[in-house]
């Protein structure tokens, strides 16, 4: 099946800096993905969509300024924590599909950043 | 809005048992339905799906069935092997051009020999 992956795995920062978390489709080409945050715990929360070439469309309490996504291209996909703070630890999954495909087709999933900050 | 609850985990079974993962539903229209499997350190992966009521999935040995009388979509599996350890998630998606999953909180299953 189709591949996706995200780079870094882990990251570990100081409160204040900036954080950038890659997501690439590796085997096909994604108009769309999606970015997720999981506690421990807890399910999954989408917190945005990414078109390429378009801006992001955020889910309801999830702030566009401190979460910045950029969908480049058609295969890569960014996600920037800014100025981030200790309750900004979190686990974040991408997901990205295949133009094209229908409603029920599957999302392919990275394996995720566990992201610490100090 | 749409919502999905799981049974809580962890459970834990002995090599060859039966399993089974409740999974109940809240959704809008006519929503699709999946379960999901993350491994140890890996990406979520697409165990099955079902689109319309009364769909068996089916994978690996594991079934479920869209039930819409009971707004269920249980996950069971016959026989269970170590190498079904993993994480479970229930997870629906609804229609007007939303490819958005809505998922459950996950089942840690831990089977042992």
């Known amino acids: 099946g189709a591949v996706v992956s995200q780079h870094p795995s882990r990251v570990i920062c100081k409160s204040g800096t900036s954080v950038k978390i890659e997501c690439r489709s590796l085997d096909f080409q994604a108009t769309t993905m999606f970015w997720y945050r999981q506690f421990p715990k807890q399910s999954l929360m989408l917190m945005a969509t990414?078109?390429?070439?378009?801006?992001?469309?955020?889910e309801q309490g999830v702030e566009k300024d401190k979460f910045l996504i950029n969908h480049a291209s058609l295969t890569l996909s960014t996600l920037t924590v800014t100025s981030a703070h200790p309750e900004d630890s979190s686990f974040y999954i991408c997901?990205?599909?295949?133009?094209?495909?229908?409603?029920?087709?599957?999302?392919?999933f990275g394996p995720g950043t566990r992201l610490t900050v100090l | 809005g749409n919502s999905v609850t799981q049974m809580e985990g962890p459970v834990t079974l002995s090599e060859e048992a039966f399993l089974t993962i409740n999974c109940t539903y809240t959704?809008?229209?006519?929503?699709?339905l999946f379960w999901y499997v993350q491994y140890p350190g890996e990406g979520l992966q697409l165990l099955l799906k079902a689109t319309k009521a009364d769909d068996k999935g089916s994978n690996k040995g594991f079934e479920a069935t869209y039930r819409k009388e009971t707004t269920s979509f249980h996950l069971e599996k016959g026989s269970v092997q170590v190498s079904d350890s993993a994480v479970y998630f229930c997870?629906?998606?609804?229609?007007?051009?939303?490819?958005?999953?809505?998922f459950g909180k996950g089942t840690k299953l831990s089977v042992i020999p």
């Open positions: 997901s990205a599909r295949e133009p094209g495909r229908s409603l029920t087709d599957t999302q392919y």
């Open positions: 959704a809008t229209g006519y929503p699709s």
């Open positions: 997870a629906l998606s609804t229609g007007a051009g939303s490819y958005q999953l809505t």
């Open positions: 990414s078109n390429e070439g378009s801006k992001a469309t955020y």
